[in-house]
């Protein structure tokens, strides 16, 4: 009964910013793995961005496909069972449905949507030029 819930996207001119927001609830995942994905009309899910823990637990590892390094950023508040997604400098060509995914810990990737376990619905994200 894992839920996530994203929000946050909407219409934005090209340069602009948004703060997607992924609300999980059904668990605790303060240890798991989270990451965004993107599904443009007619194209394949694709990898944008993740957090990882570390095996000791100590830290958390963070990931962006090449496509979005230097303009987005992942983050999370544990407290609040949200992960975050800060998209700067936005392009016409982020535009897409952007969906939150997260994995129990494991020893499983973080850059393919196979490797995760649950979904959220997803939330449009519109760049016009």
């Known amino acids: 009964q894992v839920h996530l819930v994203e929000s946050g996207g909407g219409l934005v001119q090209a340069g602009g910013s948004l703060r997607l927001s992924c609300a999980a609830s059904?668990?605790?995942?303060?240890?798991?793995?989270m990451g965004w994905f993107r599904q443009a009309p007619g194209k394949e899910r694709e990898f944008v961005s993740a957090?990882?823990?570390?095996?000791?637990?100590?830290?958390?590892?963070?990931d962006y496909a090449d496509s979005v390094k230097g303009r987005f950023t992942v983050s999370r508040d544990n407290a609040k069972n949200t992960v975050y997604l800060q998209i700067n400098s936005l392009k016409p060509e982020d535009t897409a449905v952007y969906y939150c995914?997260?994995?129990?810990?494991?020893?499983?990737?973080?850059?393919?949507?196979?490797?995760?376990?649950?979904w959220g619905q997803g939330t449009q994200v519109t760049v016009s030029s």
């Open positions: 957090l990882k823990w570390s095996g000791g637990g100590a830290v958390y590892y963070t």
């Open positions: 059904g668990g605790t995942f303060s240890r798991y793995t």
């Open positions: 995914a997260a994995n129990p810990p494991s020893f499983a990737g973080l850059r393919v949507p196979s490797d995760y376990t649950y």
